[in-house]
């Protein structure tokens, strides 16, 4: 079955789910996985694949996840106590630095000098702590020029990082380097940053690489493993990619009901039970299916949501035979769209299955 042929049949499906509704297909998330442990496979590195958990944080999709990858990746001490139960490898990072991101299966990767200092002054010289390095990307094909992350250490800080090393008793065990939208036009540069990096003194202990998340346009292609491949990473070190939307963009779908209906200056304006604004302040998805109703004349249809925001908006759907009382089914709503909701006016995220 083809994503396209889960998602038709998730759509029948979820005949007996009330309005509105999240649906997530459990047939989706599984081809997903199945798709990156076929490129995986054909990695000449050991790949350890650990799920972004702030795409989405349902609690089945995490504990669906927990038996079919290697681990989590997280960014704040919530998203750390939602995961920790599974005992698997854990990537963190973030801003609140905790001694229990300090576990045998966790690796802090710390994001600046002063919450590196501020971990090291703590500790005594005699305990060697072996640390993760969050560093800064090389920019990619879709970042805008001279703007800068303002996550991870610059080569000149990994510099002064050297001088610590002869305070302090650290070893950088691994690092990570999250880039967004990754293309495959990016390798050669990242190839050549990762080897260069390589050679610094201070790395001499590095056994990982984390390649952070921002695989789905990658993923889309199939081009997940050529991609990692050509960065030459030499084979003594292991890597480790955190995908959140690659492996959940695609399986989440929203069903809601038309609620309203006015009739004006020659458009229609349909409300829906649920909020486009509140639901995610990041993604807006596409009307995909809808109940028909042929009795209807076709005109132009502006779809809302239900908040009495004036930009609670879904889209201008063209000229549509839709009307009060149908159902509408739009997608894809699996990666940040839970996780970037709002409240307006008190009204709640809509009910999440995973079926
Ligand atoms: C460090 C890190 N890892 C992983 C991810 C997940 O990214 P994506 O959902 O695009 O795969 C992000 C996203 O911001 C990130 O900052």
Redo the contacts with the bound molecule.
């Keep these: 079955m083809d994503l396209n042929q889960i998602i038709s049949e998730g759509i029948s499906k979820s005949n007996d789910i009330g309005t509105p509704a999240i649906i997530y297909l459990k047939k989706a998330l599984q081809y997903n996985v199945d798709t990156i442990q076929r490129e995986i496979k054909s990695i000449y590195n050991t790949v350890k694949v650990l799920y972004?958990v702030?795409?989405c944080c349902n609690a089945d999709i995490i504990d669906f996840l927990s038996k079919n990858i290697d681990g989590f990746?997280v960014s704040s001490q919530a998203e750390f106590n939602n995961i920790k139960k599974y005992h698997k490898t854990i990537s963190a990072?973030g801003f609140h630095y905790s001694d229990h991101n300090l576990l045998d299966n966790c690796i802090f990767y710390f994001n600046s000098l002063s919450q590196l200092k501020s971990l090291l002054s703590g500790k005594k010289k005699r305990e060697k702590i072996k640390i993760g390095l969050r560093i800064e990307a090389p920019n990619t094909l879709y970042c805008g020029k001279n703007i800068f992350s303002h996550f991870g250490f610059t080569i000149a800080q990994l510099k002064e990082l050297e001088l610590l090393q002869n305070k302090f008793n650290f070893a950088i065990t691994s690092i990570?380097i999250?880039q967004?939208n990754k293309v495959f036009n990016d390798n050669k540069k990242l190839r050549d940053f990762i080897l260069n990096i390589l050679n610094m003194k201070v790395l001499k202990n590095v056994k990982s690489i984390n390649l952070?998340?921002?695989?789905?346009n990658l993923f889309l292609k199939n081009q997940v493993s050529q991609f990692i491949n050509s960065l030459k990473i030499p084979n003594k070190y292991e890597i480790y990619i955190?995908?959140?939307?690659?492996l959940v963009r695609t399986i989440g779908i929203l069903k809601a009901e038309i609620i309203d209906q006015n009739i004006k200056h020659g458009v229609k304006y349909l409300t829906l039970d649920t909020s486009q604004f509140n639901n995610s302040s990041w993604f807006v998805p596409r009307v995909i299916a809808n109940t028909k109703n042929s009795k209807v004349r076709s005109m132009k249809t502006m779809l809302y949501g239900n908040t009495c925001y004036e930009r609670d908006f879904f889209g201008d759907l063209g000229k549509t035979k839709l009307s009060l009382k149908d159902i509408v089914y739009l997608y894809p709503v699996g990666?940040y769209y839970d996780t970037t909701h709002r409240e307006l006016h008190g009204i709640k995220f809509p009910r999440e299955y995973f079926i």
């Design positions: 972004s702030k795409a990746s990072t990570l999250h967004e952070g998340g921002g695989w789905d955190e995908p959140g939307s690659m990666a």
